[in-house]
Each structure stands twice: as C-alpha cells, then as structure tokens.
C-alpha cells in the first residue's frame, strides 16, 4: 500500500502562484512515476502533469509553460509549482500513483483561483 497526503491548495488571485506538495509513505519503494491530477466543479478529472522516477515530464498543454512538476525522490515528496494561475485553474488537485494495476490516489487538495 502507498499512501499519498496533499497540501498547499489555497485561495488565490488571477495571476498569482501556488506550490502543492504531495508527501508519499508506505511501501513506496514501487513508485516509478507520479502524476497530478485535477477534477474542476462539475467535470470529470484530468490529467496535469506527471514524472518519472528519472525526472522525465509530461504536461496538459493547458498548463504548459506555467507549471512545474518536480520530485524530491529523498523526502519522497513530489510537487507542483503553479504560476500565473488562471480562474479556469479552479478545481480539486490530487496526487497519483500506481503499481501494476492498483492505482493509489491522495484525498485532494483544493485549489480556487479568484479573478
């Protein structure tokens, strides 16, 4: 089992900027790749970036450009750094991992971004 504890979503304004982190415990020696994740009022979540356990990223091209994943392999920390956040940024984040078939998922952390 892994665990997955998020923090660091808030109340922002257009423009401003916000790090989530996402601390992992449990049986992470089989994490490889990590992801976050966003579910906005009334949609179905998606994807925003993810990161191997090489360093290699992926992003949304919604958030291109304005945010950044990274990954503390040592405090088995992960985050993402979100830069001129947009209204349309609103919505819950979630930290995600997996290993095999079972998919491990953080309780969410909310994000709104005033305009």
Known sequence: QVQL?????GLVQAGGSL????????SIFVINAMGWY??????Q?????????????NY???????FTISRDIAKNTMYLQMNSLKPEDTAVYYCN??????????QGTQVTVSS
């Open 5 to 9: 504890v998020e923090s660091g979503g």
């Open 19 to 26: 790090r989530l982190s996402c601390a992992a415990s449990g």
């Open 38 to 43: 966003r579910q906005p009022p009334g949609q």
């Open 45 to 57: 979540r998606e994807l925003v970036a993810t990161i191997t356990r090489g360093g290699s990223t």
């Open 60 to 66: 949304a091209d919604s958030v291109k450009g304005r």
């Open 97 to 106: 991992t997996a290993w095999l078939t079972t998919e491990f998922w953080g």
